[in-house]
């Protein structure tokens, strides 16, 4: 039975069971890769999207139970939060592999829609679950401390 | 990994190896010309109509920021633009992409800008070349009126962009390369220059070989032996098959594959599946039985690594000595990307999409797999999401799987195999065990003058292809790496090796046998400062007199950490200083201790590793090394109970996280050596920096990793 997914404002229609999570409906039913697999158990945040707006493991997430809720992934990203959290990234060179920033991403965009001006201890506590196995930690930290300041400029 | 070094000239014939087009010459000496095809003077350069220019990448891009090196090297001497030049990864080609000091196509042992530093050079200065004598003989004027800069020419009034002036160049026309002097460099050495790959990987747009995902793929996972060395008795597919989605399920050399439409159905499918599991073979013992065998053997004789002296005579008279054992268990790399690639056999041709690592093997091993040779398969490169050292191994194991799955499914269709992060951590190649006896002893005067060093493990190239260059005597070089040849003088040094058996398969792992022997080294270093009575740091300076380049890391690094200096309470700081793959790194570490939970506050990093092309790169990197080894210092490991490992996922193979990250300050010793590597010499220093931090704040030497196995609790 096909359920229709708001992602990125467009609706569609995916023909899957209602328990597939909503990772594996982004990725290998509607192709849209910038979403990652990583662990498949809530541990390593490389699923990370937004569900109306939260941080949201997709991993976890059976496509059955979004609704009508507004999925945003990396791809559909966008806003002054967005803008200031991937060119903060950008300039600071927080990559390497980059497998896991989509998520990394993800995660502080929402941290500092919540929180805009967040310590090192905030984004430690927020981030914590987003798994990066190249260490690029410190510049996280430093990249999220230098998005809050673009936002307020 | 310099196993031999075939050191090859590009140029000859690069010339010709172009498809130099002059297409519609402008005869009235203006530098604007039309042109129809792309320009390409070597195997590392183009430039298509457009202008734009591209680099061709010999090396994978796995987050070390090779991407980005090879482009700068090639962009310096071609004086390109950094803004738009391009990057793209080569094909399999040994001969062409060869690294020339691994006698294959393939990256590893930090050598990816050794290797490159000069070639890429002269690719970029050759490339120049050929576009400066075509504008001066177009323009009229001598060539060395002819400047460069972003990827436009001028001389007086004239200009054209390399896009116009490659229409010039003539077929055959031979380049001229001259290098730069480095005080001409604009872009290697600058402290920063955007990484080529930064964009893309904050867009979701960067594609690895998980989003590859050709016309009429079908998704597959593999159901291996829980025991190494098992192998398939019978399975039983029918509820695997009643899953919707699951599309077929058949049994490979490796394991019993369950393919489906989707990911998610495939491995639904594989959970529904029994398979029955011949162990004569496999690997039964626990972990405890294993350090059993290991702890007898170092009780025996020893295969002679080294041996200066009279290390065993010197022991005997000592004023003092100190013994330690240090016990190091497997180690799983846990790239960030579960291991997958896609595989598609047609026609008698194979293609490979991969973040490859290991090139030559391959194309080899799945030439040979697949049953269409190595000349019909093809390798499409594609980012890597990490490695550590786990996409290179000589099986190619999991391109092999992949290969094994598409040939059994045998419909022509592209196969992409997944690797669950349970097949990863599950899936061996591991870090070896190690079990180190150190004995060290110290004269009256306070001075080193015996060490013995005794090594237990499993041999990495033992019965590999590279096995007869590294494996001397029975001694895998790779098992005492890091002792046998360290940089200290100790009068009396010897150095001996138990190679232990098991089928779980080992493999390097980030920085190979330093990761280990560094530890072992630099923390039975500062029991010896100890006994001595003797400051950490005063004590390594003395033993490092002869080797300058080493001793000035630990001075700056020393310095720069104000060693010495007061520290708050409960607070400890520790040295370590590690040479690896020709790269010098000193640490100094800062640990705080709260009612007896550690909490790691900084690391201050020195390094030397010659010229250093991109500053910014080489800091991230060792950052990453910090991280990478500290993250499995303080709590990962791989056990068995019964031949199965006891772990899965990370929620029991627990990753450094963000909140365990320390302050980390990389300082950059000023060079003009060739530059070496590091991806890896960042790794071996920072765990016992911080081991000996956590002795000077608690009193407490840790001798067995992960640290949380030897009592230490971590905030």
């Known amino acids: ?153 | 990994m310099n196993i031999r070094t075939t050191r090859r000239g590009f140029l000859t014939g690069a010339a010709a190896a172009g498809a130099a087009l002059v297409v519609g010459l402008k005869p009235n000496g203006s530098w604007a010309a039309a042109h129809g095809g792309a320009f390409v003077p070597n195997p590392f350069v183009r430039i298509d109509p457009d202008g734009t220019v591209t680099v061709i990448l010999k090396h994978f891009e796995m987050g070390q920021g090779t991407s980005t090196g090879l482009t700068t090297l090639i962009a310096e001497e071609m004086d390109a633009d950094w803004e738009t030049i391009q990057i793209e990864f080569a094909p399999a080609d040994t001969v062409t992409y060869m690294n020339t000091l691994m006698g294959v196509q393939g990256s590893g042992g930090s050598t990816a800008i050794a290797n490159s530093f000069m070639q890429y050079r002269e690719a970029g200065a050759a490339a120049k070349s050929l576009l400066v004598m075509a504008a001066a003989e177009e323009g009229g004027v001598d060539a060395g009126t002819v400047t460069a800069e972003k990827g436009t020419l001028s001389s007086g009034d004239n200009t054209a962009s390399y896009g116009e002036a490659m229409a010039w160049v003539k077929e055959g026309a031979t380049p001229n390369p001259v290098l730069k002097d480095p005080s001409q460099f604009t872009l290697i050495g600058t402290d920063h220059i955007p990484r080529k790959d930064s964009v893309a990987k904050t867009t979701g747009t960067a594609t690895f070989a998980m989003d590859v995902m050709p016309e009429g793929v079908v998704y597959a996972v593999m159901q291996r032996s829980p025991k190494f060395g098992g192998t398939v008795v019978s399975f039983d597919d029918t509820a695997a098959r009643a899953v919707p989605g699951v599309v077929d399920v058949k049994q490979t050399p490796m394991g019993v594959v369950v393919y489906g439409t989707n990911t998610w159905a495939a491995e639904q499918g594989r959970q529904a599946l029994t398979v029955e599991w011949d162990f004569t073979n496999a690997e039964t013992r626990s972990t405890s039985d294993m350090e059993a065998e290991y702890l007898a053997a170092l009780d025996g004789e020893g295969l002679p690594a080294r041996n200066d002296g009279d290390a065993a005579a010197a022991l005997a008279s000592a004023a003092k000595t100190i013994e330690a054992e240090f016990h190091f268990p497997f180690l799983a790399h846990a790239p960030m990307e579960p291991l997958n690639s896609v595989v598609q056999i047609a026609d008698g041709k194979c293609q490979v999409w991969d973040g490859c690592q290991f090139h030559t093997v391959t194309q080899g091993a799945v030439g040979a797999v697949s049953g269409v040779g190595a000349e019909n398969t093809s390798i499409e490169t594609v980012y890597a999401g990490g490695s550590f050292g786990r996409r290179a191994n000589f099986n190619s194991d999991y391109e092999v799987e992949a290969t094994m799955a598409a040939l059994a499914l045998g419909d022509g269709r592209p196969v992409k195999l997944v690797w669950s992060r349970e097949d990863d951590v599950r899936g061996g190649y591991y870090r070896p065990m190690v079990v180190h006896r150190v004995k060290a002893g110290v004269t009256a005067e306070g001075n080193l003058d015996a060490w013995h060093s005794s090594i237990a493990t499993k041999s990495i190239f033992t019965g590999t292809p590279m096995g007869d260059a590294v494996v001397v005597n029975g001694v895998d070089v790779f098992s005492v790496e890091g002792v046998a040849d360290t940089e200290y003088t100790i009068p009396n040094l010897a150095v001996d090796l138990r190679n232990m058996e098991t089928p779980v398969s080992v493999l390097w792992w980030r920085s190979v046998g330093h990761s280990h022997s560094g530890y072992a080294m630099e923390v039975a270093m500062d029991m010896a400062a100890e006994a001595a009575g003797r400051d950490p740091v005063e004590f390594r300076q003395t033993l490092l007199a002869n080797e300058p380049r080493t001793l000035a890391v630990l001075n700056m690094a020393a310095e720069k950490a104000g060693w010495g200096g007061d520290l708050p309470d409960g607070w400890g700081r520790g040295v370590a200083v590690h040479k690896s793959f020709n790269t010098r790194v000193a640490q100094v570490a800062e640990v705080s201790v709260t009612d007896g939970v550690v909490k790691i506050e900084r690391i201050v990093a020195a390094v030397d590793l010659g010229v250093a092309v991109n500053p910014d790169v080489i800091r991230a990197q060792v950052e990453g090394a910090i991280g990478y080894g500290l993250g499995h210092a303080m709590r990962q490991k791989i056990t068995f109970t019964d031949g199965e490992v006891d772990q899965s996922n990370f929620p029991d193979y627990e990753p450094l996280r963000i909140s365990d990250m320390p302050k980390i300050e990389v300082h950059i010793v000023q060079s003009a050596e060739a530059p070496t590597g590091i991806g890896e010499p960042g790794l071996p220093p920072a765990a016992p920096a911080v081991a000996n931090a956590i002795y000077a704040a608690m009193g407490k030497r840790v001798m067995r990793l992960p640290m949380v196995d030897d009592g230490i609790e971590f905030a």
């Open chain 1, 1 to 153: 039975m096909a359920i229709t997914l708001n992602i990125n404002g467009s609706a569609h229609e995916v023909d899957a069971p209602e328990d597939m999570p909503l990772l594996w409906a982004i990725r290998d039913v509607l192709g849209m890769t910038g979403t990652k697999f990583g662990c498949g158990v809530a541990s390593c945040g490389a699923c990370t999207v937004h569900v109306d707006g939260e941080p949201t493991r997709a991993c976890q997430t059976p496509i059955g139970s979004v609704g009508e809720a507004a999925v945003t992934t990396i791809e559909g990203l966008s806003g002054p939060v967005a803008e200031a959290v991937q060119s903060a990234w950008q300039d600071l060179d927080v990559v390497q592999c980059g497998y896991c920033q989509s998520g990394q991403i993800m995660s502080a965009v929402g941290l500092l829609t919540e929180n805009p001006k967040p310590d090192d201890q905030a984004i430690d506590d927020y981030m914590w679950g987003n798994v990066c196995r190249c260490a690029t930690y410190t510049r996280i930290r430093a990249a999220i401390h230098e998005a809050s300041s673009r936002m307020e400029a």
